[in-house]
Every structure is written in C-alpha cells, then in structure tokens.
C-alpha cells in the first residue's frame, strides 16, 4: 500500500496580498536591513488586528527579495565574525561525514532497494542490490544533475512488484516540486516519459508492473496561491506511454460515490496479490482517512466500482491487506490505538474483530507481508515490531537493543520485514526481521568510527503546571557539570501527532564535546503517548504546547541541567509556534530562542498555499473559534515594543513549500523593531534550499554551525565570543531591486 507522508501535505510558499507603496527599506550601520512600515488594521469578530509587515507576503513586491537577502548577508556577516566557528563546523561536518545514513529499504522480486547517503556524500542516492547480501549498485544520484547553483534532492521512490522499474521524484533546490521518471533496474535507463506536479507521489504500483496510480496537482497550478493544492487528482499511468494519454481514476467530483473536498488528496493503493483497489481520502493534514474499495479491474479501466469501508468518524489512520481480510489502525474510543481485523470485500467496522487491544503500548504502523502483517509501536518511548500471523498470535521481534524503529519495509510476496534502529546514542543500523521473530543487524548502513561510549541520554518525567507528566529527553556527555553552568539546546514539536523518536543525530556529538546538553520535551500536540496527548495541544488546547515546554524548561534550570541565560530553545516547522509563544511568554526563560523555518503568524496562515490543508489541525480565522486559538498561537502578535528579548535567531528557505519564507520575515521584521534588550535578532536564508527535508548534508552542517556558534557565542561562551561578535560595516541604503 501507498504510504502517506504526512510532512507532504503541509506543504507551502508565499501567498498574493495586498501592499503598499512606501519608501524601499534603509540600514543602519552594521545592522540588518529596516522594514517599511505598511500597516493593515482588519476587525474579525470583535477582534482588532493590526499587520505592521502585510507587504512582505507579497513576493512580487519590489522590496521583497532586497529585505529578504539583506537580512541574511547581515546574518551571514555576524556568524562568520565568531570566534571558532569556523573549527566547530570542521568538526561537524568530519563527524557527520563518517556516518551512513539510510532513510528507506524496499524488498522488490529479487532486488533489495536503498535510499543511502553514503559516508562522505551530500545527498541521498538510491541503490540496488541482489538479494540481501549482494553488492550494491548505484541507481540514481541527484548530484549528476546539480548545477554550480542548484542542487537536486531525491523526494520519494518505489520500486515495481517484479522490481524490474523504479519509479523516482526528484526535485531542484529542496522545493519538492517532483518531477516522475521510471528507471529500468537492470540497466539504469530512465523509460522516455516524464511527469511534473508530482510533488504529492504517493504511487501504488499494478501487480504486474505495467504502470502506476499516482496523484498529481491540477493543470495550470500556481505557487504562492491558496488553492495550489486544491483538487488534485489520481491517475494511472502505464509504462512507455505519453503521460497525456493518462487515465483518470479518483478526483473531487469524478464519482458520486466519493464526496471530496477541494483540500483531499485522492490515493489509491493497489498490493501485490490483491485484485482489490483502496481509495484512500487524506483530508489535508489530518491523521484519519476515509476509505472505499473497488475491483481493481474496474479502477485500472478507469470506472471505479466504489464501495465505503471507513468514514473519516472512524478514527482509522492505517491500514493493510492480507487475503481477503482488511486490518485497520483506529483510535476510536482507544487513545494508545488498537488494530480490528474486517473482510475486504464487505467491511464492516461494527462487527469487526479485535486482534490488537488497546493497551500501554502506542500502536504507530502497519506494513503486510507474505508471513503476516508487522506492527510498529512505541512503548514508553522505545520502539517495538510485532508480527500478526494468520490466525492472530502476536510475537514480538527480538531487537538487538533497545531504540527507535523507523523504515519499517515489508513485501507482501516475500517473508519478513526491513527496518531501521538507532536510539539518542547509538549510531543507525538496518535491520531484517524473521518470521520467527529473530532479528539480524545487515551490511546496508555500516557502523560509523565514533565512539559513542562516553556519550549517555536519560529520560524524566516533568509534571507541568496542570498536573499533567510531560516526557523529558536529557542527552550529554559523560561528566558533563550539573551546576547550571551548561549551555542547554532544548528541542519541541507538538503539531500533528507527530513524535521526536530517540534518533542518533552525529551533528549534536560537537555540542555535547563542548560541554553543552541536548534535550526533547515531547510536548503535548505530539502523538508520543497517543492521540490524546495530540488533541491536549491542538487547536483551543495548542498553549500547552509552549507551556509543556516552559515547564521543562523551568524543570531544568531547577536541576541545575542549566540557567535561564545558558538556555536556547527551538522549534523547526510546526514547531515555531511553541518557540514562538514560548519567547513572546516567558522571554526571561531564555538565552536565545531558534526559531527554524518556522510558523510565527498564524492567524495569516491559511493564506498561503499550505494554509487550506492545515486548517484541521489549527483551525481557521473564518470562525469565532478558530480565530481565538489561532491569535492565540499567533507569535508575530504578542511581540510587544519595549520588551527585553533574548538572542534570536530565524532561519527560512527561498524555496519553501510548507512556511512561506515572508513567516521568518515578518517575525524578523517586528523582533528587530520591538526589542529593546540590544541582543540580535537575526535572519539565516538558504537560497538553494526549502524546508530543509532536501538540503545537503554541507547545508545542514553549516546551519548547525551556525547555530551552535551563534548561541555560545549570545551564552558567554568565551571560545566564541570576540568583541560584540560582528564587523563593521558603512550605512547604507540598499535600492529598490
């Protein structure tokens, strides 16, 4: 079956509105560029807001790309005028370049697919081997198209039943504006056709190979609109054929026996060994799906034969076939999750069988293969695989130590699965379960010469201001001082059920050197303890969010961990809205606030192109509601002149897809105008880049440079800090441009 990337459906770039006509922007000497002020009042509900910065979600404005490039060469200039930053990045970067990393493997006829970034490399490459001990052969590497300027990044793949052809989205610059081409494994050749709009993929190959259903933005899209997203649709593609000729399947308005709206992406997903087709719904961003079935036969014919299993009430949020039963992931009156078991060609949720109850397990996945169907799970936040036979037993897979399972990879024509693990200390291996529950560590990612022994993690408890318990992960080094005087990075994410898994990052091994503690709130909106702790941070409940990680953060500077002047926090994507609201609530917290390609303005959102799709998750201005918990969540209006902030840094990507870089720009804006503490604000832009999920490794490595320098440097850290850490440079004033 297809599998759903949630991140793919918040995607977004800048938005059309309105702007005024004032002066081009000034700067002062040695300081970031100034915004015009073009000031918007609108009156929603009772409810006066004022938008100081409106111009800068208009891309065409003739000031914007200036104010934008202007910001990062003076972030750029203050970076590199730190002391040591430049060895802290050697040191990221030689640790990171004797890593593996793998990100996905695909068992395929008599292949074994992997998507590697070798030691070494820049990006992700995608290999192929015979069998499971075979040697690897390079399929396709997206730095053969990269330019002096732009690099390509490898989106998504999949590989046919028979696994003769490889489908792959690639896209320049991290915009994930896929383009689809099908490789030939045999040979390497890429077959004559190729499709754009492909950013959404999710292809689900016919049995036999011949061809694909996919889905594919509409004809005539634009970026920066609203509805870029709205109204894709599911095609079939066959191989060595004109993608005009492609055949219609699944659309908003194609069958009355699918209501659609504008916001659903229509996937559709075949296995191998099934005649049966599933029509997955995928409302926005939302978890649950709704779902029909049909023959197959009917929807490779282009006349789908629909029939309902699950309504988006259900609570369903996976799924999988086996014969001729349909096995389905709900939380239905069961937050930690529980797996029913129907029959796919008449299902029915009221008689369904529970094989799975729901227990204090988190039930995460599903994935069928020829021996049975393999659970992921995530139990007290240690990663679990349990293989579902026929007849229901349940038998756990024996991991090699405890961690994270992520990759999880099944065949449904072969036996076993594929898997990746890691945990916060040690590296990443990829991993084959047995059917008889035995587990053998492979060749495919080898083990990295770090020694991570003298590295450790615990994991805590912190009970916030509610009473409720809020898991805290503390990572450090061995011996590390537990007098408050340790610089501390504290990470949190809380959108979307989503988790922050323990997960092995070698960028952070630098910082730990230094003395410096890493640590994860796994806040509420989070889906680390089921869907309840994801709807306790959602929409009118979003403040415990922050509060969750102002409480962690309180709990550890009461332990000494840190202080309030050595603390930074960050939140990347969804995430800006807790460091947002954390910085705007609690600004004496903090030492410096990261705020990484992040959302800070949220009641203007829904404007951009990722707005519509996100809507389920946070609500919308257009009802009473929605716009209370989105102001609310709104960091750009609880910045109040006068304040004494704390070092602030905002980074963004030109090619965005998911927070339009005018976020960073109006949140930039209004920071440098209102703080009145004299610490820096400043704007990091990559402009071969987008929400950072295609970067390079290079990139990444210098942005955690970056970061790590710029808050030991605002921390006190005398290793990094020379002066007040910038060069000089003469007023200006920059032109129109």
Known sequence: MPQIDRRQLMAGVAAAAAAGAAPAFAEGPAGPPVAKLTPVTETLFGTTLTDRYRWMETTTDPDWKPFLLGQNAHARERLAAIPGREALAAKIGAVTGVLTTVSAVQAAGPYVFSEVRPAGANT????????????DRLLLDPDSRATATTHYSLDYWSASPDGAHVLVGVSPAGSEDSVIQILETATGRFLPESIDRGQFGSPSWLPDGSGFFFVRLKAGTKHGDP??????????????????GDLKVMARGFDPAIAMQDIDVPVLGVQAGSDTAVGLTARGVLNEVEIHVTPLAAAAAGKPQWSPAVSFADDVTGLALRGGDLYLLTHKDASRFKLLKTSLAAPNLATAKTVIPESGVVLKALSTARDGVYVQALDAGLGKIMRLAGDDRLTPLALPYPGTVSALSTDPLQDGCWFVLDSW??????????????????????QPPIDVARYESQEVMVTARDGTKVPLSIVYAKGVKRDGTAPLYLQAYGAYGFDIDPGFSPRFLPWLDLGGVFAVAHVRGGGELGEAWHQAGQKLTKPNTWRDCIDCAKWLIANKWTSSSKLAVEGTSAGGIMVGRFLTEAPELLGVAIVRVGDSNATRFEFMEAGPANIPE??????PEGLKGLLEMDAYQHVRDGTPYPAVMLTTGMTDPRVAPWEAMKMSARLQAATSSGKPVILR??????????????????ESADTYAFILSQTGDPRFRAGDGRKAAPARRRKRG
């Open 124 to 135: 992700f490459k995608l290999y192929v081997r015979q069998g499971r001990s075979g040697a």
């Open 227 to 244: 509805d870029h997203y709205a109204d894709s649709v599911n095609w079939l593609h066959r191989l060595n054929t004109d993608p005009a």
């Open 425 to 446: 200390v040690k590296p990443p291996v990829v991993c084959y379960g047995a059917p008889d529950g035995s587990v053998s560590i492979t060749d495919v990612a080898p």
């Open 618 to 623: 946070f609500g919308t201005i257009k009802d």
């Open 685 to 702: 832009v990559e402009t071969d880049a987008g929400h950072g999920l295609g970067s390079t490794r290079k990139q990444r490595d210098d």
